[in-house]
């Protein structure tokens, strides 16, 4: 399938990034950094020749907080279901230490992100991102999360499982998304 561009925003720095804490579904604020981030996601924006009228976020509080910050307001923005953050079942709140103390599989390729006791498969996310891509039909800005982000990059992009998960996770960028291939945007 072939998709029309698309800016990927990965949200601020939370309290739980900065904790080291993994969120999933279960919310925590922005921090200044945070804040920060996103300023400069609506700068990048801004400086764009041709920024897309299309915007979606996920409806977990930080991408909502991070949408705010760079649109100035959420008036405009598509709130869907299909772009929150993967549910990490049992390990939402957990630290990385007390996460990688209970995964059986190599840590280091982050497969386990797939396999949390109660939490979501890579089939299911895959296909919840999938239904949302496959219905853009023009370009589109997307607030989201780290995982979902690589997803949605990992798909554009024709990745497997293990290649889109070495894929960045960074924090006030935005991932363009454009014929096959993928650009960071940063200031």
Request: glycine share 10%.
């Amino acid at each position: 399938m072939t998709y029309p561009d698309l800016y990927v925003l990965r949200h601020g720095q939370t309290e739980w990034n900065l904790a080291g804490k993994f969120q999933g579904r279960k919310n925590s604020p922005l921090t200044e950094l945070g804040k920060s981030h996103a300023r400069q996601q609506r700068n990048i924006l801004e400086n764009l020749s041709n920024t897309p009228a299309k915007r979606f976020c996920s409806p977990l509080g930080r991408t909502i907080e991070t949408a705010e910050i760079t649109f100035g307001s959420t008036e405009n923005v598509i709130i869907d279901d299909r772009i929150q953050e993967i549910a990490f079942g049992k390990w939402e709140g957990a630290t990385r230490e007390e996460i990688k103390a209970q995964v059986t599989t190599d840590y280091e390729t982050k497969t386990w992100n797939f396999n949390s006791p109660g939490g979501e498969t890579f089939d299911g996310i895959c296909g919840r991102v999938r239904a949302f891509m496959d219905e853009q039909s023009e370009p589109a800005i997307i607030v989201t999360h780290g995982v979902t982000a690589k997803i949605i990059r990992g798909l554009y992009l024709g990745l497997s499982q293990l290649e889109l998960l070495k894929l960045a996770p960074e924090q006030g960028c935005v991932f363009h998304l454009s014929n096959g291939a993928e650009t960071i945007l940063r200031l």
